[in-house]
């Protein structure tokens, strides 16, 4: 009887929210043109940071400093996996092996699904995609590795050296464009070397985006796989 | 009646989903389940907003002006937000399978009868 | 019966009913496919939405590693929900 009712009052007070905020949605029109700051990012993308993809632009050139807030908290998840789910030694409680399709598939398109995932975060600045779609790709290759083999892991020494290395490379990128041009992130590549000018819409262009991606691509990659490493392993007790 | 798009009440209804299964659920990994889905719903209104009827992708190749771009900034803002909702729900699982093991139970009732 | 944009209420409708199925299903690992359908059918609204980054993103992240460590917290903890009894009045809670 108490759950039926404070079933009944749920429902009722989600109407009300829903009622209030299709009232509110109902003054924005579906389809028609809004855009006032992206127009100017839109016309002025090319020739301000070379990338022809323009969310890509906003994202590491026009708003980089919260693109590094993002890699923070990402960070901070991580460790934070790592410190709740610590034990003294660990190992892991897969009993069956993988069927023989899962592991020769494996063994086949592991180097495939790695190649593509830096296929997709190199190429960051010409096609849709960018750092944070490849480092998903490359740690859901490790993710099919510990599918299939029950006694794999990942070399822990590597990826923490890697890990290490690689954040502390956005922030030294960012502090040399403090040291040259004024402030933090400033695009050092395309604005004061004018390195890449005359090759729009190809590989080698696109200011210092295709290596802040890189940067991004190999730090997401290997923390997703740290977590699933993380939540995978059970605690043996001695 | 109010007319809104499809896109705008699929979304509305996302959230109000999630909702319920955190006001109403007893189990944890359920409340977790309709935390995850709210997330999804409100980054797909955020797309939608930002949507120009007729046009096409933001990028600028080859007979794409920016008069025949969509909107790129909300596409910019869903782009972290979606990487941020992953970091959060691992966290938060991490946080259920530390109190599975204190507990012995997943249920919030008996975790709050039990606290202490 | 040529419509351009059945297509989308199709779309909008499949994924609302797989949340309400996510949501209402006792056994723990068939809500966590539930919540990576609604990703993969979100994902492909993006898609009709022109927003390709997007729709990548949210396809290798929501749907592939949201819905993997939700499976590996239910392989740690239990997998049914379990039947509740009524407790003895609401005010005697705590």
Redesign the interface.
Known sequence: M??VL??GL??I??LI??YW???G??G?P??????L???Y???H??EQTGS?????A??VNY?GF??LG?VT??F???T??GA??WERKKRRTAKTEGSIVLTTGTRLLVPFVMLFGAY?FIHGHL????G??GG??I??AF?LLYMAFTMYEIPHKAFEKTEGIVGMAYVIVGLIGLAIGGYFLYDWIWQTWGLGRDNV?RLFSGGFIPIIYTIIGLK?GTE?SG??D???K?GVKE | MIHISAFYFGSIALVLIGLYAVLVKKNILKMLIGLSIMETGVNLLLVSIGYISGRSAPILSEGITPDKAVDPIPQALVLTAIVIGVATTAMALSAVIVLYRRYGTLNVEEIRRLRG | MNCVTCINYIIIGVMIISAILAVEWRDLLAAAVGMAAVSLFASILFLILQAPDVAMTEAAIGAALSGAIFIFAIKRTQRFETEEEERPGWWVRW
């Not at chain 1, 022809?52 to 890509?56: D, H, P």
């Not at chain 1, 096609?127 to 960018?130: K, R």
């Open positions: 108490v759950s404070k079933r749920a429902i007070t989600l929210i829903g905020l299709a009232q949605l109902a924005v579906f389809g028609q043109d809004k855009m700051v992206g127009r990012y839109l016309e993308v090319i022809i993809n323009a969310v890509t906003v994202v708003r919260d693109t993002e908290v990402l901070i998840a991580s934070g996996v709740l789910l997709i096609t849709p995609g960018g944070f779609p998903a790709t740690a859901t993710l819409g997401v997703l977590i699933i993380n939540m995978l059970e």
